[in-house]
């Protein structure tokens, strides 16, 4: 069996029993970063062997992945953080293990767009989720006029490097729509600021902008 499993955003005591004892069955664990997942699974003394499978060496490591399950082998996919498949490599091996008919199920976990669309009170009977926004001013700026158009929510993922980039560029297109911004979801530091892009930016400016941000528009 090829087990997707979702684990925590941040907070370790999100993993649920059923993925806790999931991962304690397996042959293998197939996650991003290996010294990452070690942190979750000794948290919960998980002996369970690990196995890297990332952007880099997606394509061969697949390979081997795909030959255990075919060999009936229990295996695990999780990510760095939250639901693998979203933005993270675990696509491309979920892919490939439906194009090989393997038997498989989906461990629901956290995702951080689902919880900052949750906890920000924007309408969620109708999202658009974008993913991360584009890296260059003019390209994104296009992107966000593109978007205005839709009526429903929208979320994106930042990381603390652009985020006040992005706001400005959000500020520029959007005006004075209140906005809301996610950050550190379920961690020590969790914030979630609500106002105009412009006030937002104001309050992240008081301190060096840190951690891992949602956009809610
Ligand atoms: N697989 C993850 C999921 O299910 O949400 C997303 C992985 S994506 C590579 C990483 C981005 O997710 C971060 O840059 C940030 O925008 C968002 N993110 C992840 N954890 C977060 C958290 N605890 N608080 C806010 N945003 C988070």
Same mark, same amino acid.
């Given at each position: 069996m090829f087990y997707i499993v979702g684990t925590p955003i941040g907070n370790? %005591?999100?993993?649920s029993l059923r993925a806790t004892e999931v991962l304690k069955s397996v042959d293998l664990i197939a996650c991003e970063d290996t010294r990452h997942t070690k942190i979750l699974l000794d948290h919960y003394a998980i002996k369970t062997p690990t196995t890297s499978f990332f952007q880099h060496n997606r394509f061969q490591k697949a390979d081997y992945i795909l030959d255990l399950l075919k060999a009936g082998k229990n295996i695990a996919l999780v990510s760095d953080?939250?639901? *693998?498949g979203i933005l993270d490599p675990g696509y491309n091996l979920i892919n490939l293990a439906i194009k090989n008919n393997l038997e498989m199920t989906f461990l629901p976990g956290a995702a951080a767009f689902v919880n900052a669309l949750v906890i920000s009170? %924007? *309408?969620?009977?109708e999202f658009y989720f974008g993913g991360f926004l584009i890296n260059r001013t003019r390209a994104r700026k296009n992107q966000l006029e593109k978007l205005k158009k839709f009526s429903c929510t929208l979320i994106f993922y930042e990381s603390c490097h652009r985020i006040l980039a992005s706001l400005e560029d959000i500020g520029m297109v959007f005006g004075e729509k209140e906005i809301v911004v996610a950050r550190?979801?379920?961690? %020590?530091f969790e914030e979630i600021l609500r106002g105009t892009p412009e006030f937002i930016i104001k309050m992240l400016k008081k301190n060096k902008p840190r951690g891992e941000f949602v956009i809610i528009i």
């Open positions: 370790l %005591k999100d993993l953080a939250g639901t *693998p009170g %924007k *309408p969620a009977h550190e979801l379920t961690k %020590k």
